[in-house]
């Protein structure tokens, strides 16, 4: 069963059960019209709220009212007003029956009495603005187009026609009438009567116009002198706008002229950290100009499209990598995209592989003259390894001590012996044997060590070099060399290609290159990269001098001309159809007099560079604003969006409030006295009009397009229609209440019983309700209570929302939502790993996320960068994060390779953390800012290597990119990094 409740609400008792018009007994039961159609309030009611039957238009007028039509009074319900008798036309309307009031008994008509003189009009009482019909109930042609009524009026009988207010619209108003059959007045009037318009005739037809400034109705008034009787035409003609300003046509549409058009963007500055597309939508890019170490492909930033766009790799799956076959790897194979030393024992000569490394052996097979120890081929590991001696370190010997030589002494591994230095013939005898020397007396040119003579001990003891093995030698380490390398002790320019950083390494020396594999953008020509050797090195062109021309010709050119052997965009003008030739480059402009409307800037025509530009406005980023400061505002303060309004806050206001950058006296009914609420920033009286009944379980269809705004519930609704329904609850307990499958954007708020009396709740966007936009909400009823429910609109920046709205009350809780995305301020960053040590940063990065919510939020499309656009990528599929949970996110979800973290997500290439400074964004899909960190490199932040930087204690306690609230993380985990994966954080020192 569905209902519909139009724009003009009932305006009896406030907490009848339902809204049924009685048969009207001023007309006599019919008219030119026929039975009397609805008064414009309710249609397409249901037979369960017992409307009273039509009248025969054929029939007799009954003089005695029906006792069928007259529905028995309930107590407290107002008598109904068409048994009041009819007031004197010069007299003072009787004042409304209160709610409260009892009935007066048996006001029917006298049968006796005869109809009136003067049939008037079939649609009975609309003598006042509050008895009004809307002018949409009595003609086919809607206001808009201009629609016109033939009516007729009695003496002293006035005729008022309600028409619906709308912003910045105009409502003319034509009468026309013949003057000598009796002079007619014309007033447009508001609810109170007070006149805002009056038609100015002498004669025949008058007109008259008022400005609509909001939804508030008008009413349209023909009144006349005693005793006339008079045929007129009355013609309205209602104009309204759908835009003045972007503003008024909400989310996703522009204001073109006074219509509304889809779009989201004029220029770029309309998109923050996006730019403006072709078609109007706000895009991540046009062109690789804006992806930063990207490219823009389908409006979106990845990291390549092809192998050209990756400078030390290849593109596998839009992210440049090192390799995606062993032949894009200088050196060793290619293993999960990364060049390594090995795959197997074939690429390692004289050796084995080992994860992914070379070393001497895995098990002593693979050491022909000896064993394996610690991976590496030695000579023996125990004293079984080296029959008639012992293994001293990894090296057979005759002996370690004095014990392995019977009769004798062990000196320097071996077994010797003697008693005085002439038992030795080349030394001096110790308590050890003979040896070399005692001191350095017996080693000229050198040191006594350990009874030997060698060159030196330490550095000291050699004049150029150091000491290495108590020998002289060049280097022991890179640092010995002034701008070399150390390789097996002497000075050299390289070891390895990673020693030379504009080159490769050729015979210990750093050369351009040794093949044209090592040329990026050209071929090797005596160890030195260069363009060409020939034509053929080429891709276009000639090859001069080692350089490729680009042309002979424009020929040459496909998309430009040939200048100075070399193609370029253009030589003039001409060349460049969308701008200028400016240094054989098309540009926008090259100077100020190539912009229309604007001046030059590095080739681009921007508004402005300096006030004078702006015509009376001010400069600021090369837009022409308002102003920069209140000083550009002699009636106003500077807005944060650079525009002139009345007030920024409340302080500009001596006598009010500030909203939407104009003074009121109010916002919202707390600034107003009891009794009274907040409209259009006016505190004003006011009372609900007639509820409507809405049965248990019964789909109720409410259209609060064109209803005045009354009220306003503690969530909002400020500044959009809305309408009462009076709920009765058949038994206690919890009861749904939901607006789903409204076309708007609801906002729906219940009073204990009355208007005005203590709010219960109040819902915009339900949360406990997967239903989007529209609002929904459980409350505890008791038995027999009454319930008043406000069906309303979402009012929010400006915006007024209002349509039909779907409305019903059902037993039960309503059924809870299931995962939402993230909101501002609802994932926090709490930890990031982007250097380790343990294992490579291609594999170890990571970072750690924490839900600061009650909500399980779903991560699929929230998108991370930074705060330039690089490094963007979005998460694809479900990913869920548990209430006041962690999840880590990272490069490879390997456990083995990565370290020893469980990731929740692993997104590959996509992203990199910078060692140094670097940031990371997250945005959600509706393109919020949730979070974001930026670190420094050690300035102000930890710069750890093997540790992860954390943000210590309790997520939630205050702003996450404060670095006093980070530190080093000093826990263990899994190959040896230090940090906390996927757990809380200890307090920071």
């Known amino acids: 069963m569905a209902l519909r409740i139009v724009t003009m609400a009932c305006l009896g008792a406030l907490l009848a059960l339902g809204c049924t018009p009685a048969p009207n007994d001023d007309d006599g039961g019919g008219g030119e019209g026929g039975a009397p159609p609805s008064d414009g309030r309710v249609s397409d009611v249901a037979p369960e709220l017992d409307m009273a039957p039509e009248p025969d238009p054929d029939a007799a007028p009954e003089p005695e009212p029906r006792p069928d039509m007259a529905p028995e009074p309930e107590p407290d319900m107002a008598m109904d007003r068409d048994m009041a008798p009819e007031p004197e036309p010069d007299a003072m309307p009787e004042p409304e029956p209160q709610p409260d009031a009892m009935p007066e008994p048996d006001m029917a008509p006298d049968p006796d009495m005869g ?486 800037e590095a080739n681009v025509c921007i508004r402005c560079r300096e006030d004078a530009d702006c015509g009376g406005e001010v400069c600021i980023d090369a837009r022409c604003v308002q102003c920069r400061d209140d000083g550009d505002c002699p009636n106003g303060v500077c807005a944060e969006n650079n525009r002139c309004v009345l007030c920024v806050d409340d302080g500009d206001c001596p006598d009010g409030v500030c909203t939407v950058g104009a003074c009121v006296e109010c916002r919202g009914a707390d600034e107003c006295l009891q009794g009274q609420i907040c409209d259009g920033g006016e505190c004003v009286e006011v009372a609900c009009a007639d509820p409507t009944f809405i049965p248990p379980g019964v789909e109720l269809e409410v259209v609060t397009q064109g209803a005045t705004d009354d009220l306003q519930g503690s969530c909002g609704g400020d500044g959009s229609p809305d309408l009462p329904l009076l709920f009765v609850a058949p038994a206690a307990g919890p009861w749904c209440v939901s607006a789903a499958g409204s076309d708007y954007d609801t906002l729906v708020y219940l009073f204990d019983n009355r208007c005005g009396a203590e709010e219960l709740d109040c819902n915009d966007d339900a949360d406990e309700v997967d239903i989007g936009l529209q609002s929904a909400f459980t409350f505890e009823a008791e038995a027999d209570g009454r319930y008043l429910i406000i069906v309303d609109g979402y009012s929010g920046n400006g915006a007024v929302s209002a349509g039909t709205a779907i409305v019903r009350v059902t037993p039960g809780a309503c059924a809870e939502a299931g995962p939402r995305g993230p909101a501002p301020g609802e994932l926090v960053i709490t930890e990031l790993m982007p250097d380790p040590s343990a294992v490579t940063d291609n594999n170890g990065e990571w970072f750690e996320l924490y839900n600061n919510s009650d909500d399980t939020l779903d991560l699929e499309g929230v998108q991370f960068a930074e705060a330039d656009g690089g490094n963007a990528w979005a998460v694809e599929g479900t990913l869920l994060v548990e209430p006041r949970a962690y999840i880590v996110l990272g490069k490879n979800a390997d456990e083995a390779a990565n370290g020893g973290v469980a990731l929740a997500y692993a997104y590959g290439g996509a992203m990199a953390l910078g060692n140094a400074a670097d940031d990371v964004q997250i945005t959600n899909v509706e393109g919020q800012l949730v979070d974001s960190v930026a670190y420094d490199g050690g300035d102000l932040w930890p710069d750890p290597t093997g540790a992860s930087m954390q943000l210590g204690g309790d997520p939630a306690a205050g702003d996450n990119n404060d670095p006093a609230r980070w530190c080093v993380a000093a826990q263990p985990y899994g190959a040896g990094d230090l940090g906390s994966p996927g757990a809380a954080n200890p307090p920071c020192p």
């Open 115 to 600: 109809p009136p003189p003067c049939e008037d009009d079939d649609f009975e009482d609309d003598d006042r603005p509050i008895d009004a019909v809307a002018l949409d109930g009595l003609a086919e042609t809607p206001v808009g187009e201009g629609q016109s009524v033939d009516r007729r009026l009695c003496g002293g009988d006035d005729d008022v026609y309600a028409v619906d207010g709308c912003a910045n619209g105009r409502l003319e108003a034509e009468l026309r009438f013949v003057h000598a059959e009796g002079d007619l007045t014309l007033t447009i009037v508001d609810l109170f009567g007070a006149a805002l318009a009056t038609g100015e005739s002498a004669t025949d037809d008058e007109l008259a116009a008022v400005d609509l400034v909001d939804g508030a109705p008008v009413f349209v008034r023909v009144s006349g002198g005693a005793g006339v009787e008079t045929a007129y035409t009355l013609r309205l003609v209602r104009t309204c706008p759908e835009c003045i300003i972007d503003d008024d046509c909400g989310r996703g549409a522009l204001c073109e002229g006074v219509a509304c058009v889809a779009g989201e963007c004029r220029e770029d500055a309309d998109c923050p950290d996006r730019v403006c597309a072709p078609d109007r939508t706000c895009v991540r890019c046009v062109d690789d100009e804006h992806c930063p170490g990207g490219v823009c492909a389908d409006n979106a930033c990845i990291g390549c499209r092809d192998d050209g766009d990756c400078a030390n790799g290849v593109c596998e799956a839009n992210t440049c990598v090192q390799c995606r076959a062993d032949g894009d790897c200088r050196a060793g194979v290619c293993v999960d995209a990364i060049c390594v030393g090995c795959g197997d024992d074939a690429d390692c000569p004289g050796g084995v592989c080992e994860g992914d490394a070379c070393v001497g052996c895995r098990v002593d097979a693979d050491c022909p003259d000896g064993v394996c120890a610690d991976a590496t081929c030695v000579e023996c590991a125990d004293d079984g390894d080296c029959p008639g001696g012992v293994c001293d370190g990894d090296t057979c010997a005759q002996c370690r001590g004095d014990g392995d030589c019977p009769g004798g002494v062990c000196a320097d591994s071996r077994c010797v012996e003697c008693g005085a230095d002439g038992d030795c013939a080349d030394g001096v005898c110790v308590a050890e044997g003979c040896v070399e020397c005692r001191d350095a007396g017996q080693c000229p040119g050198g040191v006594c060590d350990a009874n030997r003579c060698v060159q030196c001990v330490a550095d000291a003891d050699c004049a150029d070099g150091v000491c290495v093995g108590n020998a002289c030698v060049p280097c022991r380490a890179d640092g010995d060399c002034d701008g070399g390398v150390c390789a097996d002790n002497l000075c050299v320019g390289c070891r390895v290609d990673d020693d030379c950083p504009a080159g490769v390494c050729s015979e210990q020396t750093c050369v351009e290159c040794e093949g044209d594999e090592d040329c990026a953008n050209g071929v090797c020509e005596d160890q030195q990269c260069v363009q060409c050797r020939g034509d053929g090195d080429c891709a276009a062109g000639v090859c001069v001098d080692t350089i490729c021309v680009g042309c002979g010709g424009d020929d040459d050119c496909p998309a430009g001309v040939c200048v100075n052997d070399a193609c370029a965009e253009c030589r003039g003008d001409g060349d460049c159809p969308d701008g200028v030739c400016d240094a054989n480059t098309c540009v926008q402009c090259a100077a100020d007099d190539d912009c229309q409307n604007g001046v030059c």
